[in-house]
């Protein structure tokens, strides 16, 4: 689960019989399981408290069906907005988009939680963060530090190019997380929860007991598009890149909510999510080089841009990314940020920048 705290509201995860109260630390982001708790102190009985339960199985049910809505969100703004003399990449859309819902979430984060839990992991992590992606803006940004489009500049334009990518992607994310919290305030301006409240959050197992009927329509949601989308793409013949896509997406989004865990590890570094958008980048390289490499049957160049599109695409975020260097210190937020984006681009030089070079270019088979 992602949860990035803005305020010192009090956490307390319950297991089995232990009950502590933690306060979660406003400089520090915290994904899955309500991991990344940093800072004990004793529970005021004077304060408001909220009992929330969170169960594995009804998270997992949810992202599915999310992270497919999200995946289909995204290429369908690519497609959208991407046509001759388009004033700027298609790929700043469905970032904008998914940082602006996001940024919405996070302003009433507690007033969604208090309503059904799994709904904000459903929106956060399901949603926004299969609609933006990280891997496909360090393969735009690679592309156009190397000219791979083959354009009529060279040298110092290069470079400007691939800094353009950078600082427009970031920016438009930023704005489009503040612009979220402003949709907020004008929508729901009194669902603000008090600072002082304390939510109880009890983890419990994946057994069905206790199940409510929201829980069963989650975990009937989640089959149903499982079968849905693996009986359309293995039935239906045309668009399969898109059907491909949305098979492969749950499976990044649950790799990257299992992963989250570890941003607990350093307080100042999200170390899950860097982890995340590092692999999902350099995975997608390798899916790049094959698809411009190698000559491949249809079925497989399907194949490829569906785990490219679908896999590394949920698998990387930008949402999540661009709120944890807003959330971190000045100093932490420019090393995470530089460090994220400097491995990804390494990533993608070793990956597919070495073999172009020797081979004098690539050589589209896979489109």
């Known amino acids: 689960m992602e949860i990035i705290e803005d305020n010192s509201t009090a956490t307390t995860v319950q297991n089995g019989d232990s009950d502590t109260t933690f306060?979660?630390?406003?400089?520090?982001?915290?994904?899955?399981?309500?991991?990344?708790?940093?800072?004990?102190?004793?529970a005021n009985k004077h304060n408001p408290t909220i009992n929330l339960v969170e169960r594995h199985a009804i998270t997992i049910a949810i992202l599915i069906p999310f992270?497919?809505?999200?995946?289909?969100i995204r290429l369908g703004l690519i497609q959208l907005h991407t046509y001759q003399g388009a004033p700027v990449f298609a790929l700043i859309y469905p970032?904008?988009?998914?940082?602006?819902?996001?940024?919405?979430?996070?302003?009433?984060?507690?007033?969604?939680?208090?309503?059904?839990?799994?709904?904000?992991?459903?929106?956060?992590?399901?949603?926004?963060?299969s609609i933006t992606t990280f891997s496909s803006w360090m393969l735009l940004t690679f592309q156009d530090f190397e000219n791979t489009p083959n354009y009529f500049r060279g040298g110092i334009y290069d470079f400007?190019?691939?800094?353009?990518?950078?600082?427009?992607?970031?920016?438009?994310?930023?704005?489009?997380?503040?612009?979220?919290?402003?949709?907020?305030?004008v929508f729901m301006p009194?669902?603000?929860?008090?600072?002082?409240?304390?939510?109880?959050?009890?983890?419990?197992?994946?057994?069905?007991?206790?199940?409510?009927?929201?829980?069963?329509?989650?975990?009937?949601?989640?089959?149903?598009?499982?079968?849905?989308?693996?009986?359309?793409?293995?039935?239906?013949?045309?668009?399969?890149?898109?059907?491909?896509?949305?098979v492969f997406a749950p499976i990044g989004t649950l790799t990257?909510?299992?992963?989250?865990?570890?941003?607990?590890?350093?307080?100042?570094?999200?170390?899950?999510?860097?982890?995340?958008?590092?692999?999902?980048?350099?995975?997608?390289?390798?899916?790049?080089?094959?698809r411009n490499g190698t000559v491949y049957s249809g079925i497989k160049c399907e194949t490829l841009i569906g785990l490219s599109d679908g896999f590394c695409g949920c698998l990387t975020t930008i949402s999540t990314f661009t709120s944890e260097i807003i959330i971190l210190p000045r100093r932490h937020a420019y090393k995470y940020a530089l460090t994220s984006i400097v491995t990804g681009q390494v990533a993608m030089i070793f990956l597919v920048g070495i073999y172009s070079w020797i081979n004098h270019g690539l050589i589209t088979t896979c489109n």
């Open 23 to 42: 306060v979660v630390s406003t400089s520090n982001t915290t994904d899955v399981n309500f991991h990344g708790i940093v800072k004990e102190e004793t």
């Open 67 to 72: 992270s497919i809505i999200g995946v289909l």
């Open 95 to 129: 970032q904008f988009v998914g940082c602006t819902i996001f940024g919405f979430c996070l302003a009433r984060k507690w007033f969604i939680m208090e309503r059904y839990l799994p709904l904000y992991v459903g929106l956060q992590t399901g949603l926004c963060g």
């Open 160 to 185: 400007l190019a691939g800094l353009a990518d950078i600082g427009i992607t970031i920016g438009m994310s930023i704005v489009g997380l503040k612009f979220g919290e402003q949709l907020a305030d």
């Open 190 to 246: 009194n669902q603000k929860t008090p600072n002082k409240t304390i939510h109880k959050i009890t983890v419990k197992s994946s057994t069905m007991k206790g199940f409510t009927l929201l829980d069963w329509v989650c975990v009937a949601s989640g089959c149903a598009s499982l079968v849905l989308i693996i009986t359309l793409a293995a039935t239906i013949q045309v668009h399969q890149r898109i059907l491909f896509a949305i």
């Open 256 to 290: 990257r909510w299992q992963l989250s865990r570890f941003n607990s590890s350093m307080s100042s570094f999200p170390i899950g999510t860097f982890i995340a958008n590092v692999c999902g980048s350099a995975t997608l390289g390798v899916l790049f080089l094959l």
